[in-house]
C-alpha cells in the first residue's frame, strides 16, 4: 500500500510540474480559479474532519487568526513537508492565536492516517468535491492547489500565497503573520 501511495505521489508531483506548460489550453488562464479578494469577507465554509466534533466551520475559529492552506495530496513529498513545518512551529502560532487548517481533497480516513503517521496537532479538513477549494480559486480538476490564505480574526482575508515552497512556508506564513498583527494592534 505505500509502495503505491508513492507511486502515485511520484506521478502526482510529476503532472503538477509540467502542468504549467499546459496552460494554453483555453480556459486555463486562471489556473485554479478566481481567487478571492484581499481585505473582503473570506468564503465561508463546514467541512468534515479527522478531529474533534467531526466538522470545522471558519466561523469555530471568530475570533482568531487563521491559516487556511490547499494542499493537494496526503503522504507526497511536498504536502508531508508543508504539514511537518506547519506542526514544527505550531506552538509558535499558538502563541500568536491562530489556528492552522488543512484542506484537500482526500478523505477523512486517509487525513487520520496522515495526521497519525506525522504527529499532526491541527485540523484537516476533507474537501472531497473541491466545493470549498473552488471558493478559494484552489482546485484544479480533482485535487486543490498549494494555497494558502491568512484571515483575521473578523473572517478577512489579510494574505495569499501561491507558489509555495513547502520547506520554508511555514515560515515565511509566520513572518507575514506577525507584520499583519503588528499592524492591526
Partial sequence: ???????????????????????????????????????????????PTNTGDGEVSLSDYRGKWVVLYFYPKDFTSGCTLEARR??????????????????????VNTHAEFCDSEGLKFPLLADTNGKVSKGYGSWLGALSMR??????????IREIFTGVNPSIHSQEVLARLSELQEISS
Fill in 1 to 47: 500500500m505505500k509502495l503505491l501511495r508513492h507511486l502515485f505521489g511520484i506521478l502526482l508531483i510529476v503532472s503538477l510540474a509540467l502542468l504549467p506548460w499546459f496552460n494554453f489550453i483555453p480556459g486555463a488562464d486562471a489556473l485554479g480559479g478566481k481567487l478571492p479578494a484581499l481585505d473582503q469577507p473570506a468564503p465561508t465554509f463546514t467541512l
Fill in 147 to 156: 494555497h494558502t490564505f491568512i484571515i483575521d480574526p473578523d473572517g478577512v
Fill in 86 to 107: 506547519f506542526q514544527q512551529d505550531l506552538p509558535k502560532y499558538q502563541q500568536i492565536n491562530t489556528q492552522i487548517i488543512g484542506v484537500s481533497a482526500d478523505s
